[in-house]
């Protein structure tokens, strides 16, 4: 997915994190709330984005999350995001209900469908469309980018699509669709340590999870209001849990099913800067993109298939990308 706001705000981030031994005690939880994001036309259909914002810039790898629907295409028009370019990172996309359709410059084209994983591989530069096809009619789901450590930040384009097989574990039915989890391994290739996976928890049920004790972990609540670690959060809200704890509790509070995605990973120790669809180093890697881009340069290739033209750059901001990183743990 792209960013689409034409004033985008430029990002520096960075892990301010430190580490620690793993701990017995709850982890505290830090609750992040979502700003509402329109993806343009006058009949947008609007995300809720919890990544970035000013508590926190970074999960792990991943740096961006989008949040949508249940979206009614009949009444907006579903989604519609013409080629536009992408570097540096993976895009990961998961839906819940829905069908889209992606194109991109390697030549990929596949549909995004609920409870299968389509993963892109930006790196040096690729560029691709996602439209939602004529037979959705709810669109749902999230779409998640994961920033390449620099020793991969160039690396060629790439696409994968892996169907997780749905495991059971105390009330909760739960799809790994990267790393490892409840006894399960994703098999899909990704630059850094990662944890993404959908877990659906019957109303009322507890469920313990062992975790990785040198993760970071995000909780996102698509459904339901769900206690994490003791703290409760709502829908659209995201649970932060710091490194050090070995086990996730999620209790779900509602009388009906609970639907979450849960991500993680080490804290990104490398600073990185996010603007539009880059991600870069500093403010150079940012303007070359740009240009590149907007010179139509064999950098990120054409896309085959879309009825429309591209996507053009937003203007660049008057002043030098400024850092903004996560706040040092407490």
């Known amino acids: 997915m792209s960013n689409v706001e034409t004033r985008p705000v430029e990002v520096r981030c960075g892990s301010t994190e430190d580490g620690g031994a793993p701990s017995s005690v709850e982890p505290r939880v830090d609750v992040l ?3 509402d994001v329109p993806l343009g036309g006058p009949r947008a259909m609007t995300v809720r984005r919890t990544l970035p914002q000013r508590a926190r ?3 792990g790898a991943w740096c961006f999350a989008d949040h949508y629907g249940p979206d009614d295409v009949a009444r907006t028009g579903g989604m519609d995001v013409a080629p536009h370019p992408h570097t540096g990172l993976q895009t990961v996309s998961w839906l819940f209900s829905g069908e889209i359709e992606h194109r991109d410059s390697l030549g990929s084209h596949a549909l995004v469908r609920p409870g299968e994983l389509n993963l892109m591989t930006g ?3 690729i560029a691709h469309s996602e439209v939602s096809t004529p037979r959705t009619t709810i669109l749902h789901g999230v779409q998640l980018w994961v920033a390449l450590p620099e020793e991969h ?3 060629a384009r790439d696409f994968q699509h892996h169907v997780p097989e749905p495991v059971r574990r105390d009330g909760a039915e739960i799809r790994v669709f990267l790393g490892t989890l ?3 391994t994703s098999p899909v290739r990704t630059f850094t340590p990662l944890l993404g996976a959908e877990i659906v928890l ?3 049920a507890t469920l313990t999870l062992p975790v990785d004790p040198g993760f970071e972990h995000g909780l996102l609540v698509d459904r339901g209001d769900v206690r994490l670690a003791g703290t409760l959060l709502r829908p659209a809200e995201l649970g932060y849990t710091h490194p050090g704890a070995g086990t996730l509790t999620l209790v779900n509070e509602s009388d009906g099913a609970a639907r979450l995605v849960l991500l993680g990973g080490p804290p990104f120790e490398e600073e990185i800067v996010m603007w539009w669809n880059f991600i870069g180093r500093d403010h150079e890697d940012i303007v070359r993109a740009r240009e590149d881009w907007e010179n139509a340069s064999d950098r990120f290739g ?3 298939g879309y009825p429309g033209e591209r996507l053009p750059a937003p203007a660049l901001p008057h002043a030098t990308i400024r850092p903004r990183g ?3 743990r407490r």
Do not use: F, K, Y
């Open 33 to 35: 709330t979502p700003r």
């Open 57 to 59: 810039t970074l999960i």
């Open 123 to 125: 790196g040096h530069g």
């Open 202 to 204: 019957e109303p009322h």
């Open 182 to 184: 409840a006894g399960v």
């Open 153 to 155: 930040r160039a690396t």
């Open 326 to 328: 996560n706040p040092p």
């Open 302 to 304: 054409a896309v085959a």
